[in-house]
């Protein structure tokens, strides 16, 4: 098995979703005591706020390209990062890095293709909803995302920072949530994007009115098939 090296603390509940859901993927496909290989930087996310907050991206991006070059040289084998909203330096992050790196939006927008569908609506920050780096990604790769309105976005990006990432679940959010996606719907999304690896804590097939597509158990999957390929 390959070393997956994760970079992640952004937040930490997410990076404690991608560790418990890259090891019980390893014991499904290998069984017994088998867990995943890993090799986990995991950040203050209190100093990573503060810098989107700033807008001072390039001081986020040093900081990035520092640890994936520490995971690199730690043994890690390829690169993942446990957080969607950080993609957006993915350019920065791997200056001078030799080891391949496993893009989040790549691995979900090709699930979604395969499903036969074309466009998602995607709940997530609002730095990955309004910036362009994730929606020309998904373009890209030959879909048409579309966005909640202005006020949507604004509850999605409140509930992930105020709530999802100090450990907050609640009821009232997660209705929220539902109706968000039921909006989204009706304005002709095919599927939701959970953009945001916090979205799945209150979001899932269970409660959301058409499919959904949760960037965290499609980035776990395909790092297990790249790290257990021959």
């Not at 989107?52 to 900081?63: E, H, I, R, S």
């Not at 105020?162 to 009232?172: A, I, T, Y």
């Amino acid at each position: 098995m390959k070393t997956i090296g994760i970079l992640g603390g952004m937040s930490a509940a997410s990076t404690a979703l991608y560790y418990d859901v890259l090891n019980r993927g390893a014991r499904a496909r290998l069984g017994g005591l088998h867990s995943a290989d890993l090799l986990i930087r995991s950040l203050d996310f209190a100093l990573v706020e503060e810098m989107q907050a700033a807008g001072d991206w390039d001081a986020a991006g040093l900081m990035l390209n520092r640890e994936a070059r520490a995971l690199e040289a730690g043994g890690a084998d390829f690169l993942m990062l446990a957080t969607n909203t950080m993609h957006k330096l993915v350019e920065s992050m791997l200056d001078g890095v030799s080891i391949p790196f496993l893009h989040i939006a790549d691995a979900t927008a090709h699930q979604i293709s395969a499903a036969g569908l074309k466009r998602p609506g995607l709940m997530a920050t609002a730095y990955t909803m309004e910036q362009s780096f994730y929606t020309d990604r998904l373009r890209a790769a030959g879909l048409d995302p579309m966005l909640p309105g202005p006020e949507d976005r604004a509850e999605t990006h409140r509930i992930i920072y105020d709530e999802l990432c100090v450990g907050m679940v609640r009821e009232e959010s997660r209705q929220s949530y539902v109706e968000i996606a039921g909006r989204l719907a009706k304005r002709g999304a095919d599927c939701v994007i959970l953009g945001c690896t916090e979205v799945g804590l209150l979001l899932n097939a269970a409660n959301a009115p058409l499919p959904v597509f949760d960037t965290t158990e499609i980035h776990c999957a395909a790092a297990l098939e790249l790290a257990l390929a021959a």
